[in-house]
Each structure stands twice: as C-alpha cells, then as structure tokens.
C-alpha cells in the first residue's frame, strides 16, 4: 500500500483528519538541482539559476513530490521546518523563480488542492 501522512485537528463535532499522500522524495529523472550554485536543470531545457534562496527550497519541495499535489503548508513545513505563511508566502516567493520553472508549476485550489509539478509542461 502506499504510505500516508494525515493531520488531525479537533472540531466542534470531533477530530477532523485530512490526508495527503507522501512526497515522493526522489526527483523526477528530467529534473536536477546543485545546491550549492542553487541551479535547476531541466533536460532538453537548460539550467537556471534560482537567486533567492527561499525560492529554491519551495521549488525543491515540490519538486521532490512530483506530480503528486503537494500543499503549501507542508512544502513550509518540509523546506523551512514549520515557517509560517501558507499559499500567500508559497505563491510570493515562485514569483521569485525564473519564469521557465513558475511554467513548470501547477495550482489547485481547495481542500484538495495545492501544487505540483506538471506532467506536460516540461516537455
């Protein structure tokens, strides 16, 4: 079976979970990353540098989950350890990204929303 994460949270009515499937924690094989020159290889597209450090660490994060929605809480949570800002603070620092990866993101709204990387827009 496939390995789950949920978060529980009380309600008036009783304990509310929410689950998310687990990051794939491996890259996809079109996808690298150099930390230390904080620089984003797409096979067939080129290299890009990424200056703004916190930038880097989301599009890792998402990155590293693949196709699978990954939400922005959880991206914070896996690339800062718990920096608060939700999808207002994930939104404002892929506008930092190069425009060649903003495009290689998708975005979902609602409960079940969240982003990813798209399985289309890298080729």
Request: glycine share 12%; charged share 25%.
């Amino acid at each position: 079976g496939q390995t789950i994460h949920w978060v529980g949270r009380q309600a008036r009515l009783g304990t509310v979970c929410t689950c998310f499937a687990a990051a794939a924690d491996s890259l996809p094989e079109w996808i690298s990353f150099d930390d230390d020159e904080r620089k984003v290889t797409i096979v067939g597209k080129g290299s890009y540098q990424i200056e703004d450090g916190d930038a880097y660490k989301i599009f890792h994060e998402i990155a590293l989950a693949g196709v699978d929605w990954i939400r922005s809480n959880q991206i914070l949570q896996n690339a800062f350890g718990g920096k608060t800002g939700g999808a207002n603070k994930v939104c404002q620092l892929l506008k930092k990204l190069p425009q060649q990866l903003q495009d290689l993101i998708d975005w979902k709204e609602g409960t079940k929303g969240g982003r990813r990387l798209s399985a289309t827009k890298k080729k």
